[in-house]
């Protein structure tokens, strides 16, 4: 066992701030109340009892240096705590502050991008937040009530996955303050390729075919959609001419094989201003 004194003013650990003289096994010699280490004292310099017929004699001693470190720490407490808290920290051990940097929560917060938003499908946005105080670093956790339609990850990054509509939510840590948007996703708005029956090569115009072409057919199909006898082609079958609109006006049938089946002659179609 040995005897030692806590020094931890800083803290204002009632041993400390009391000057009290502690017993501790030198293995665990730290103070009862805060757990800091002690600094050990000497309790040798009691005065000795007097021989009959002498006088009193007394054994002093000169100060540890622990004891002048202690009055050294007390001089530097007294001008300026965080400089004697840094100096005991060095000096004494203790081990390392591990205390989390202060949080500073929002008693306010916002998405930017309104109410509500719209997204094509496939599409992805990032969602920004205004907070108050400006600098609160709490942190957040975002939510989205239907991920099938909607994801958000983290950091508020959007990924619209399919048609519909959901609402996304943010959360503060601390006070859980919650701000939501909704977010509509429609569908893609690139048109199918034309033509879904067939292959195509030649001119276009708006996608279509317009002017001289050539068109081969992967599934049966009316060939004019203005002709009254409804004739089709079959797969492998195809037809070159003239094209307007997507519609053969004049030109030749041929099966698979280049054997020609039939003369075509349908006028002029109509153009898409025209309709």
Not at 66 to 75: E, T
Not at 82 to 97: I, P, Q, V
Not at 249 to 270: C, E, R, S, Y
């Amino acid at each position: 066992m040995a005897t030692g004194k806590c020094v931890n003013i800083m803290k204002k650990c009632p041993k400390a701030l009391s000057k009290e003289i502690q017993e501790a096994d030198k293995a665990n010699f730290v103070c009862e109340i805060c757990g800091k280490p002690l600094v050990e004292v000497n309790q040798s310099n009691t005065p000795t009892t007097p021989k009959p017929g002498g006088s009193i004699t007394t054994t002093t001693t000169s100060p540890t240096p622990w004891i002048l470190i202690i009055s050294i720490v007390a001089a530097v407490a007294l001008l300026g705590g965080g400089g004697y808290y840094a100096y005991t920290k060095g000096l004494f051990g203790g081990g390392e502050d591990t205390e989390d940097p202060e949080k500073i929560p929002a008693i306010w917060i916002s998405i930017m991008e309104g109410d509500k938003i719209t997204l094509k499908q496939g599409e992805s946005k990032h969602l920004s937040l205004d907070c108050d105080p400006s600098n609160a670093n709490d942190g957040v956790i975002w939510t989205s009530n239907n991920e099938s339609v909607v994801t958000v990850s983290g950091n508020g990054d959007l990924m619209a996955v399919a048609p519909g509509k959901a609402n996304v939510t943010v959360t503060t840590n601390v006070y859980k303050k919650t701000d939501d948007i909704q977010v509509v996703v429609k569908g893609s708005t690139t048109p199918p390729s034309w033509p879904s029956y067939g292959k195509y090569e030649g001119e276009r115009k708006n996608g279509k075919a317009h002017g001289i072409g050539r068109l081969e057919f992967t599934q049966e199909h009316i060939i004019n959609s203005h002709d009254i006898q409804r004739r089709k082609a079959k797969p492998g079958e195809y037809i070159q001419g003239q094209f307007v609109n997507g519609e053969i006006t004049i030109g030749k049938h041929f099966d698979a094989n280049g054997k020609l089946i039939q003369a075509l002659n349908f006028g002029v179609a109509p153009s898409d201003e025209d309709k």
